[in-house]
C-alpha cells in the first residue's frame, strides 16, 4: 500500500477499530481536528490580519491572491476591512478592495462595501489626513459611478448650486432593489422618485444612509405596507407617497409614531 493510499486509509481503520471495541464513535474525536470555538475564531482574525497585510505586497500575484481570499469572504468581512482603515492599516488597498467588492454581483457585499465607503467619508475626523484624501477620492468616484449608470438607465438627476445631488427620479421597469444600491452614496438627495419600478421592502434598507431625504414616491411597486417600516432610519421624511399600496391603519401609525411629521398618501 502507497504512503497516499494509508494516509487516506487511515482514519476509516480507525474507526474500525474503535467500533469493535466497543467505544461510542460519538464521544471519540480525533485529535489533529479538536479545536474550541475560541482557537477558531483567533485563527480566522489572524488569517485575516496576514491577508490584509498582504494586500501591499509588491508581488501583484500575492496581492491579488489575498484580495480575492477576502471578497470570498462576502460581506462579513467588511467591518474588519473598514477597523483596518480607521487604523490607517494598508488604508489605500483597502479601499481599492472595496471599490472592486462593490461592484460585485453579490448584492450583500456590494452594498455592504458602499455603506463602509459612504460612512469613513462621513466619520473622516476619525482618520489621518492622508487616508481621509484617499476616502474622499474613493467616495467620489463610488458617486460618478453610481451617478453614470443612474443616467444609463434613464433617471433624471437634479443638482443644487453646491453640485450636491438632491432630487433623482426613476422610471424604469428594469430599476429593481439591486440598482437601488446605486443610491447609497447620495446622502445629499432630499426627493426620490421610485414609482414604477420593482424595488421590495428588502430594497427600502438600502435607503438607510440617505438621512437627508425629505420626500419618497414608491407608488405601483412590489413595496408593501409592512415593508414602510424600513423607512425608521430616515429622520427627515415628511412626505412618502404610496399609491396602489394598500397602507393598513396599525403601520400607518407606526410610520407616524417612529418619524414624526410624516404624511403617508396611498389613495
Known amino acids: 500500500m502507497t504512503t497516499c493510499a494509508l494516509s487516506i486509509r487511515l482514519p476509516f481503520l480507525t474507526a474500525i477499530v474503535l467500533c469493535a471495541a466497543g467505544i461510542d464513535m460519538s464521544l471519540c474525536v480525533l485529535a489533529d481536528e479538536i479545536n474550541s470555538p475560541s482557537e477558531i475564531s483567533v485563527d480566522r482574525t489572524t488569517e485575516i490580519d496576514r491577508l490584509i497585510g498582504e494586500l501591499t505586497s509588491r508581488s501583484f500575484i500575492q496581492s491579488d491572491w489575498a484580495a480575492r481570499r477576502l471578497m470570498s469572504r462576502g460581506a462579513s468581512i467588511v467591518p474588519q476591512l473598514t477597523t483596518a482603515v480607521r487604523n490607517d492599516i494598508a488604508a489605500e488597498e483597502i479601499l481599492a478592495l472595496l471599490t472592486r467588492m462593490s461592484e460585485s454581483n453579490d ?101 438607510a444612509s440617505l438621512t437627508e431625504l425629505v420626500s419618497l414616491n414608491c407608488s405601483d411597486t412590489l413595496v408593501t405596507s409592512s415593508g414602510l417600516r424600513e423607512l425608521e432610519p430616515l429622520q427627515q421624511l415628511k412626505e412618502v407617497v404610496a399609491y396602489r399600496i394598500d397602507v393598513t391603519p396599525a403601520d400607518r401609525d407606526w410610520l407616524r409614531e417612529h418619524l414624526p411629521g410624516v404624511t403617508i398618501t396611498n389613495r
Open 107 to 207: 448584492s450583500d457585499m456590494a452594498a455592504s462595501s458602499l455603506r463602509a465607503i459612504t460612512n469613513l467619508r462621513q466619520h473622516q475626523d476619525q482618520l489621518s489626513s492622508g487616508t481621509r484624501r484617499s476616502v474622499e477620492t474613493v467616495y467620489r468616484n463610488s458617486i460618478r459611478s453610481c451617478l453614470a449608470q443612474l443616467s444609463l438607465i434613464g433617471a433624471v438627476i437634479k443638482r443644487d448650486e453646491h453640485q450636491n445631488v438632491i432630487e433623482v427620479r426613476v422610471r424604469s421597469k428594469d430599476f429593481g432593489d439591486r440598482q437601488l444600491m446605486l443610491l447609497l452614496s447620495l446622502t445629499t438627495l432630499r426627493s426620490l422618485d421610485l414609482r414604477d419600478t420593482k424595488i421590495t421592502d428588502a430594497g427600502l434598507r438600502h435607503l
